[in-house]
């Protein structure tokens, strides 16, 4: 056998093997989970917070966080990043509460103390039925979807099925085939990804407003996944970036409260667009 060939074939059956161990424990490599003792005791500074479960039909457990303020206005449905679990995500809810927000806060299957065999299917139905549970109790109107880096792309997905307030995009990613292509270029994911979160599909369906946030240094998803993604619905989305900020340090920023204070509590002025210059063309004359 000529030495190429060998070569050749000992390179394809590597390619191989790294196809089949990513395919198999890409779990492994997408989510960073932390998982809690069913005693774990929720402890927030300042907080009012309810904990709860909720079993899904095919008997995994959800829990979740409720964090309440004074007559509040309504309530976000936080979708967090893909790491540890909501003890630590939950310091984020002041930043809802402080503008009368309630929040709820749960965790994907295999993080804190929720259960169940994680897909991007369960954790869609799950995530549905967090939502009805919600609408049960407030209308649709009055609930907002904020979604956290992972949490974009299913925050994204529920309002695409659903009649929320409005959708609020934190360092979302275009799709999460993109963001995993920018590091395997060479491997087959869009056969091998389990997790291929086409956030710019469901995007197209989304009626709400839509809000995007996102640090132009973001090394981890790039800013100009959220400049493709305002592309979709221009005209139904807004666009602000934090200046200077990354992935995982945007709540450090004054400008990122700022743009979030305004957003939730609909201080954006309302400009008559037929008293600008909007139809106006430079002329080259």
């Given at each position: 056998m000529p030495i190429w060939l060998h070569t050749l074939i000992w390179i394809f059956a590597i390619y191989i093997v790294i196809s089949v161990l990513l395919y198999y424990f890409q779990d492994q490599f997408l989510?960073?989970?932390?998982?809690?003792?069913?005693?774990?005791?929720?402890?927030?500074?300042?907080q009012q917070v309810e904990e709860y479960n909720l079993e899904t039909t095919d008997g995994a457990i959800i829990n979740g966080l409720h964090f309440k303020t004074i007559n509040p206005k309504g309530v976000v449905l936080y979708l967090k990043g893909n790491s540890k679990s909501i003890k630590?995500?939950?310091k984020f809810a002041v930043d809802f509460t402080r503008n009368y927000y309630d929040?709820?806060?749960?965790?994907?299957r295999g993080f804190g103390k929720s259960t169940g065999k994680r897909s991007q299917e369960a954790i869609k139905r799950d995530l549905q039925y967090v939502y009805n549970k919600i609408k049960q109790r407030?209308?649709?109107?009055?609930?907002i979807l904020y979604g956290r880096s992972l949490g974009s792309g299913f925050a994204t997905k529920l309002a695409s099925i659903n009649k929320p307030k409005m959708l609020i995009l934190d360092a979302p990613y275009?799709?999460?085939?993109?963001?995993?292509g920018r590091y395997m270029p060479f491997m087959p994911l869009s056969i091998l990804l389990k997790y291929p979160m086409p956030t710019h599909k469901w995007l197209q369906y989304v009626k709400c407003p839509v809000h995007i946030i996102h640090g132009t240094n973001d090394k981890l998803i790039p800013f100009k996944?959220?400049?493709k993604l305002a592309q979709i619905q221009p005209f139904n989305t807004?666009?602000?970036?934090?200046?200077?900020?990354?992935?995982?340090?945007?709540?450090?920023?004054?400008?990122y409260h700022l743009i979030l204070t305004?957003?939730?509590?609909?201080?954006?002025?309302d400009v008559d667009l037929s008293t600008t210059s909007i139809g106006v063309k430079h002329s080259y004359k």
């Open positions: 989510f960073k989970p932390e998982k809690l003792p069913k005693d774990f005791l929720f402890e927030y500074e300042n630590g995500w939950g929040v709820i806060m749960v965790d994907y407030v209308p649709e109107k009055y609930i275009y799709s999460l085939l993109s963001v995993t996944s959220s400049i807004q666009l602000y970036p934090i200046v200077g900020g990354g992935h995982k340090n945007m709540n450090t920023f004054a400008s305004q957003i939730i509590q609909e201080q954006l002025i």
